[in-house]
């Protein structure tokens, strides 16, 4: 509830529901609280450039406020960016005018230039400070030291938020807005972990410790994940874990991933016992910045329930130079090249990667240049009537017959599966796993097919 003529509300952040014990900053109480999202890897690096463009302070005993209301003003104390912009550490001075003021809830936010409302875009949210009163005339300072910052190449909207208490218990809107701006130019590879304490809270026995991505080289499409998970309840449970890629600055990224492992799933795990979990390899999405999410579920009687889930990490890729695009890790067999060789024929490169003899069919499926971005929420195509078979270790290029080059159809899907000989099936040998669109999937891409 702003004032007259301003936009609604932004909310606290979640971080305000679990304080930690208070401590004294000037002549007012501050309750630290726990960061939303926020990178714990101390050598983290995500190459920023802040670029203070909206306002102009000084650093001396009077900094020029920012935001002035009747019964409230707030200036800029301190705001210094150190370690090419990974870490910003801001401080900020609210001052009383004629009467008290206070309780107080003070946040800022990181969302993408011109992002409205800021809050609801926000890519970044800072820990809650509580301050209990400001005396008239009197001031009190509020921190933020060495803050770390997760964000992509862009340009980012800074803005602070005051929240004063209410007679009914409530907390509403009192001043704030755009204090700065962050200009990251240059792209950076993405290597950081992040630990508990910015996960937010769980909703089951299984709880995240920490998860990590490594990526070697800024925009590298190969990148490693890792993460280490625990049973923090009672009772032995079984877990099952999944990474997720989705577009960045997505609101649900579980919704529809461009890129998902499948579910790994962990039995018996005991109370308190942990496990982690390792993948590395290349992504196959096309050029562009992309979110990074771990999702953790636990099984309760037939059910599974979600228990935790992280912050999402942007990662940035560069060109896809395989001209493979694939929806996830492959499972034994991987497509790692493709080549067009006429129109409606490509040839793919096979790695097998078990070190066991393979027997797969091949399912096609032709894709319009509008599901370009779409293709992988869709079930695989028809099946081919060729059987393939690759030796243990074996690499071998195959031509592969694809959608004719009509109705503006551009990419082919190309799904490899199983045969029922590969699965301990009782039928024939040659009887490929996947019928109508269901059954297990050895690999799942998309290639350029048509001009």
């Given at each position: 509830?702003?004032?007259s ?9 979640i ?10 900053l000037?002549?007012?109480?501050i ?17 920023l450039v802040?670029?203070?463009s ?37 401080g ?81 809107h ?12 240059e792209p ?5 972990r ?10 089951g ?5 920490f ?15 890792y993460?280490?998970?625990r ?35 962990v ?15 290349p992504?196959?999405l ?5 979110g ?32 493979v695009?694939r ?8 497509i790692?090249?493709a ?28 894709v ?13 195509g ?5 059987v ?58 998309l290639?350029k097919?048509?001009?």
């Open positions: 509830m702003f004032g003529g301003s936009p609604a509300a932004p909310p606290l952040p971080s305000e529901l679990a304080a930690k014990p208070q401590v004294l000037g002549s007012s109480p309750t630290d609280l726990p960061v939303n999202v926020r990178n714990k890897l101390p050598g983290f690096a995500v190459g802040l670029v203070i909206l306002v102009l302070f000084a650093f001396g005993n009077a900094p020029q406020p920012v935001f002035v209301e009747p019964r409230i003003s707030v200036s800029i104390a301190r705001l210094v960016v150190t370690e090419g912009g990974s870490r910003v550490d801001l900020i001075r609210v001052s009383a005018r004629e009467h008290p003021i206070g309780p107080l809830k003070i946040f800022w936010t990181v969302a993408f230039a011109g992002s409205e409302p800021p809050w609801e875009a926000a890519e970044f949210t800072s820990e809650t400070r509580t301050v209990e009163l400001v005396a008239p005339a009197q001031s009190v300072e509020v921190l933020w030291p060495t803050t770390e910052l997760l964000l992509p190449r862009g340009v980012h909207d800074v803005s602070l938020w005051v929240h004063e208490r209410e007679n009914g218990g409530d907390f509403r009192l001043t704030g807005g755009s204090i700065g701006r962050i200009d990251r130019a950076r590879p993405t290597n950081v992040i630990d508990a304490p910015t996960f937010g809270p769980r909703s026995p299984g709880a995240l410790q998860v990590g991505v490594e990526q070697a080289a800024a925009l590298d499409q190969s990148i490693e994940l993460s280490l998970v049973n923090a309840g009672n009772e032995k449970i079984t877990l099952r874990f999944s990474w997720l890629i989705n577009r960045y600055r997505l609101p649900d990224p579980w919704r529809d991933p461009l890129w998902k492992t499948d579910w790994i799933e039995a018996d795990v005991n109370p308190g016992a942990s496990v982690r979990f390792d993948w590395g390899g992504i196959g096309p050029q562009g910045t992309y990074i999410s771990t999702w953790l579920q636990w099984r309760e009687g037939n059910d599974w329930i979600h228990s935790h889930s992280s912050p999402v990490i942007p990662v940035e890729i560069g060109t896809n130079s395989s001209g695009e929806r996830g890790p492959p499972a034994g067999i991987q790692t090249q080549e067009l060789l006429r129109p409606g024929t490509v040839s793919i490169f096979l790695r097998e990667t078990t070190g066991r003899p393979s027997k797969f069919a091949v399912a096609l499926q032709g319009e240049e509008e599901r370009h971005r779409e293709w992988a929420t869709s079930p695989p028809d099946l081919a009537t060729d393939y078979e690759l030796a243990a270790d074996e690499e071998r290029w195959i031509a592969i017959l694809t959608a004719e080059c009509v109705d503006g159809v551009s990419f082919a899907r190309i799904t490899l599966v199983p045969v029922l000989s590969d699965m301990g099936g009782e039928r024939d040998g040659n009887e490929p796993a996947l019928r109508h669109g269901e059954g297990p999937v050895i690999e799942d891409v290639v097919s048509c001009p």
